[in-house]
Protein backbone atom coordinates (compact mmCIF):
# COMPACT_ATOMS: atom_id res chain seq x y z
CA UNK A 1 0.00 0.00 0.00
CA UNK A 2 1.09 3.45 -0.87
CA UNK A 3 2.65 5.29 2.04
CA UNK A 4 0.98 8.76 2.18
CA UNK A 5 3.46 11.77 2.09
CA UNK A 6 2.38 15.45 3.64
CA UNK A 7 2.15 18.15 2.44
CA UNK A 8 1.34 17.81 -1.13
CA UNK A 9 3.30 21.08 -1.78
CA UNK A 10 5.47 23.67 0.10
CA UNK A 11 6.72 26.99 -0.92
CA UNK A 12 9.44 28.55 0.88
CA UNK A 13 11.58 31.64 0.48
CA UNK A 14 15.40 30.79 0.79
CA UNK A 15 16.97 29.47 4.00
CA UNK A 16 13.55 28.83 5.78
CA UNK A 17 13.33 25.37 6.73
CA UNK A 18 10.52 22.54 5.79
CA UNK A 19 9.75 19.45 6.94
CA UNK A 20 7.89 16.43 5.18
CA UNK A 21 6.33 13.72 6.02
CA UNK A 22 5.54 10.13 5.47
CA UNK A 23 3.70 7.53 7.00
CA UNK A 24 2.40 4.15 6.48
CA UNK A 25 -0.40 1.74 7.43
CA UNK A 26 2.46 -1.36 7.11
CA UNK A 27 5.47 -2.26 9.58
CA UNK A 28 8.48 -1.15 7.76
CA UNK A 29 12.12 -2.29 7.29
CA UNK A 30 13.04 0.60 5.78
CA UNK A 31 12.43 4.23 4.62
CA UNK A 32 14.48 5.82 1.79
CA UNK A 33 14.32 9.25 0.71
CA UNK A 34 14.75 10.56 -3.06
CA UNK A 35 14.38 13.84 -4.35
CA UNK A 36 13.86 14.36 -8.39
CA UNK A 37 14.22 17.71 -10.19
CA UNK A 38 11.82 18.16 -13.27
CA UNK A 39 12.91 16.20 -16.42
CA UNK A 40 15.38 14.33 -14.06
CA UNK A 41 15.85 10.90 -12.73
CA UNK A 42 14.98 10.72 -9.05
CA UNK A 43 18.07 10.78 -6.99
CA UNK A 44 18.98 9.16 -3.49
CA UNK A 45 19.18 10.94 -0.67
CA UNK A 46 19.57 8.76 2.77
CA UNK A 47 18.06 5.35 3.90
CA UNK A 48 16.81 4.92 7.44
CA UNK A 49 16.49 1.47 9.03
CA UNK A 50 14.06 0.58 11.59
CA UNK A 51 15.66 1.40 15.01
CA UNK A 52 14.79 5.01 15.45
CA UNK A 53 17.62 6.61 13.83
CA UNK A 54 17.73 9.92 12.48
CA UNK A 55 20.31 10.76 10.02
CA UNK A 56 22.09 13.98 8.05
CA UNK A 57 23.24 15.01 4.88
CA UNK A 58 24.50 18.17 4.99
CA UNK A 59 21.52 20.24 5.97
CA UNK A 60 18.87 17.58 5.06
CA UNK A 61 18.34 15.27 8.09
CA UNK A 62 15.44 12.46 8.61
CA UNK A 63 14.05 10.69 11.11
CA UNK A 64 12.08 7.16 11.19
CA UNK A 65 9.57 6.11 14.41
CA UNK A 66 9.47 2.51 13.68
CA UNK A 67 6.50 2.08 16.49
CA UNK A 68 4.02 4.88 14.51
CA UNK A 69 5.50 4.06 10.83
CA UNK A 70 6.24 7.39 10.27
CA UNK A 71 9.38 9.09 8.33
CA UNK A 72 10.10 12.82 8.56
CA UNK A 73 12.34 14.50 6.22
CA UNK A 74 13.71 17.64 7.67
CA UNK A 75 15.71 20.58 5.42
CA UNK A 76 17.01 23.38 7.33
CA UNK A 77 17.98 26.53 5.60
CA UNK A 78 16.91 25.76 2.23
CA UNK A 79 18.66 26.39 -0.35
CA UNK A 80 17.36 27.11 -4.20
CA UNK A 81 19.12 23.98 -5.20
CA UNK A 82 16.73 22.04 -2.59
CA UNK A 83 13.69 22.85 -4.96
CA UNK A 84 12.27 19.50 -6.64
CA UNK A 85 9.74 16.93 -5.60
CA UNK A 86 10.65 14.56 -2.75
CA UNK A 87 9.33 11.23 -2.28
CA UNK A 88 9.66 8.36 0.28
CA UNK A 89 10.05 5.40 -0.68
CA UNK A 90 9.06 2.28 1.57
CA UNK A 91 10.30 -0.84 1.77
CA UNK A 92 8.31 -3.92 4.01
CA UNK A 93 11.01 -6.56 4.20
CA UNK A 94 14.44 -6.87 4.97
CA UNK A 95 16.23 -8.09 1.69
CA UNK A 96 12.95 -7.42 -0.35
CA UNK A 97 14.91 -4.64 -2.24
CA UNK A 98 11.91 -3.07 -3.86
CA UNK A 99 10.29 0.09 -2.95
CA UNK A 100 6.38 1.46 -2.79
CA UNK A 101 6.79 5.43 -2.89
CA UNK A 102 4.53 8.08 -1.57
CA UNK A 103 2.81 10.35 -4.08
CA UNK A 104 5.35 13.06 -3.62
CA UNK A 105 5.98 16.79 -2.00
CA UNK A 106 6.37 19.78 -4.32
CA UNK A 107 8.89 21.78 -3.01
CA UNK A 108 9.45 25.01 -4.26
CA UNK A 109 12.34 27.45 -3.00
CA UNK A 110 11.92 31.41 -4.20
CA UNK A 111 14.85 33.82 -3.21
CA UNK B 1 27.01 4.41 -6.91
CA UNK B 2 26.25 2.20 -10.21
CA UNK B 3 25.88 3.83 -13.37
CA UNK B 4 22.43 3.08 -15.79
CA UNK B 5 22.40 3.87 -19.40
CA UNK B 6 19.09 3.72 -20.47
CA UNK B 7 18.11 3.99 -23.62
CA UNK B 8 15.81 5.32 -26.02
CA UNK B 9 15.46 8.47 -24.09
CA UNK B 10 11.88 8.91 -25.44
CA UNK B 11 9.99 8.46 -28.74
CA UNK B 12 6.74 8.59 -30.27
CA UNK B 13 4.80 5.32 -30.69
CA UNK B 14 2.04 4.40 -33.28
CA UNK B 15 -1.17 2.91 -31.21
CA UNK B 16 -0.83 -1.16 -31.33
CA UNK B 17 3.10 -1.15 -31.60
CA UNK B 18 5.28 -2.19 -29.08
CA UNK B 19 8.57 -0.81 -27.97
CA UNK B 20 11.65 -2.32 -26.18
CA UNK B 21 13.65 -0.18 -23.58
CA UNK B 22 16.74 -1.22 -22.68
CA UNK B 23 19.01 -0.77 -19.49
CA UNK B 24 22.49 -1.72 -18.85
CA UNK B 25 24.11 -1.02 -15.50
CA UNK B 26 28.17 -0.67 -14.82
CA UNK B 27 28.00 -3.74 -12.47
CA UNK B 28 26.22 -6.76 -11.82
CA UNK B 29 23.16 -6.61 -9.43
CA UNK B 30 20.76 -9.27 -8.54
CA UNK B 31 17.81 -6.87 -8.78
CA UNK B 32 16.89 -4.60 -11.49
CA UNK B 33 12.95 -2.88 -10.93
CA UNK B 34 11.29 -1.05 -13.51
CA UNK B 35 8.94 1.88 -13.00
CA UNK B 36 6.56 3.42 -14.70
CA UNK B 37 6.10 7.81 -13.87
CA UNK B 38 2.74 9.10 -15.47
CA UNK B 39 2.88 13.32 -15.96
CA UNK B 40 3.48 14.75 -12.15
CA UNK B 41 3.03 11.65 -10.68
CA UNK B 42 4.35 9.01 -8.43
CA UNK B 43 6.74 5.65 -9.42
CA UNK B 44 4.83 2.76 -9.75
CA UNK B 45 6.78 -0.77 -9.72
CA UNK B 46 5.93 -2.23 -12.68
CA UNK B 47 8.13 -5.62 -12.05
CA UNK B 48 11.29 -6.78 -10.32
CA UNK B 49 13.65 -8.86 -12.87
CA UNK B 50 15.92 -11.22 -11.76
CA UNK B 51 19.10 -12.78 -13.54
CA UNK B 52 18.10 -16.27 -14.45
CA UNK B 53 14.04 -16.49 -13.39
CA UNK B 54 10.74 -14.77 -14.33
CA UNK B 55 9.96 -11.16 -13.04
CA UNK B 56 7.74 -10.91 -10.17
CA UNK B 57 4.77 -8.48 -11.38
CA UNK B 58 2.85 -6.18 -9.32
CA UNK B 59 -0.47 -6.13 -9.06
CA UNK B 60 -2.37 -4.43 -12.38
CA UNK B 61 0.76 -5.46 -14.56
CA UNK B 62 0.86 -8.80 -16.69
CA UNK B 63 3.64 -10.52 -18.32
CA UNK B 64 1.86 -10.44 -22.04
CA UNK B 65 1.78 -6.75 -21.89
CA UNK B 66 5.32 -5.96 -19.98
CA UNK B 67 7.31 -8.43 -21.12
CA UNK B 68 10.36 -8.61 -19.45
CA UNK B 69 14.33 -9.98 -20.29
CA UNK B 70 17.19 -10.53 -17.97
CA UNK B 71 20.06 -12.34 -19.66
CA UNK B 72 23.02 -11.21 -17.14
CA UNK B 73 23.52 -9.76 -14.45
CA UNK B 74 23.88 -6.33 -16.77
CA UNK B 75 21.02 -6.10 -18.27
CA UNK B 76 17.54 -5.73 -18.92
CA UNK B 77 14.81 -4.82 -21.00
CA UNK B 78 11.10 -4.01 -20.67
CA UNK B 79 8.53 -4.01 -23.80
CA UNK B 80 5.25 -2.14 -23.55
CA UNK B 81 3.56 -4.13 -25.81
CA UNK B 82 0.37 -3.26 -28.08
CA UNK B 83 0.46 -0.02 -27.16
CA UNK B 84 -2.42 2.44 -26.49
CA UNK B 85 -2.57 6.50 -25.51
CA UNK B 86 -3.17 5.24 -21.85
CA UNK B 87 0.36 3.80 -22.19
CA UNK B 88 2.11 6.94 -22.71
CA UNK B 89 4.37 8.33 -19.56
CA UNK B 90 8.10 8.12 -18.65
CA UNK B 91 9.58 4.34 -17.79
CA UNK B 92 12.25 4.19 -15.79
CA UNK B 93 15.04 1.18 -14.54
CA UNK B 94 16.64 1.14 -10.90
CA UNK B 95 18.92 -1.21 -9.21
CA UNK B 96 20.46 -1.16 -5.59
CA UNK B 97 23.64 -1.21 -4.57
CA UNK B 98 23.55 -1.76 -0.51
CA UNK B 99 21.04 0.90 0.61
CA UNK B 100 21.58 2.97 -2.27
CA UNK B 101 19.21 3.00 -5.42
CA UNK B 102 19.90 4.73 -8.64
CA UNK B 103 17.79 5.05 -11.31
CA UNK B 104 18.28 5.69 -14.87
CA UNK B 105 17.85 8.86 -16.84
CA UNK B 106 14.39 7.74 -18.02
CA UNK B 107 12.38 6.85 -21.31
CA UNK B 108 9.35 9.41 -22.00
CA UNK B 109 7.26 7.92 -23.71
CA UNK B 110 4.08 9.06 -26.07
CA UNK B 111 1.69 6.37 -28.06
CA UNK B 112 -0.43 8.59 -30.57
Known amino acids: QQPVQSPQAVILREGEDAVINCSSSKALYSVHWYRQKHGEAPIFLMI?????EQKGHDKISASFNEKKQQSSLYLTASQLSYSGTYFCGTELIQGAQKLVFGQGTRLTINP | SAVISQKPSRDICQRGTSLTIQCQVD?????MFWYRQQPGQSLTLIAT?????????ESGFVIDKFPISRPNLTFSTLTVSNMSPEDSSIYLCSVREGNRGTFGSGTRLTVV
Open chain 2, 49 to 57: ANQGSEATY
Open chain 1, 48 to 52: LLKGG
Open chain 2, 27 to 31: SQVTM
